[in-house]
Nanobody, 120 residues
Framework: QMKLTESGGGVEQAGGSLNLSCAAS????????MGWYRQAPGMERAWVAS???????FYSRYVKGRFAISRDDVKNTAYLHMNNLAPEDTAVYLC??????????????WGPGTQVTVSS
């Protein structure tokens, strides 16, 4: 079974940047599509971005143009580069691995999450 571990969260000022990592172990990342999700206090988990096994990327309209998802299958790690952060980006960020992009969000493996806090 694949194990995922997020890192890179922290506290950042509005307009700043953070880079999140999602390290995978137990299975080769190249066999999976990857997604990033976030959950703010009192809110449901929301999709942020996805990347297919072929490298095709997809973004939520709330982050398109500010965030970039990428993957390094050699390092077995996926990334979320977050630029021009805003207070509404504050949330726990989680990564998800599934066999296809269509399965992301409701199947596969999840990490425990990393907290991102953006101050105004």
């Amino acid at each position: 079974q694949m194990k995922l571990t997020e890192s890179g969260g922290g506290v950042e000022q509005a307009g700043g940047s953070l880079n999140l990592s999602c390290a995978a172990s137990g299975r080769p990342l190249s066999d999976y599509a990857m997604g990033w999700y976030r959950q703010a206090p009192g809110m449901e988990r929301a999709w942020v971005a996805s990347i297919g096994r072929d490298g095709q990327t997809f973004y939520s309209r709330y982050v398109k143009g500010r965030f970039a998802i990428s993957r390094d299958d050699v390092k077995n790690t996926a990334y979320l580069h977050m630029n021009n952060l805003a207070p509404e980006d504050t949330a726990v960020y989680l990564c998800n691995a599934a066999r296809t992009t269509h399965e992301l969000g409701f199947r596969g493996s999840w990490g425990p999450g990393t907290q991102v806090t953006v101050s105004s």
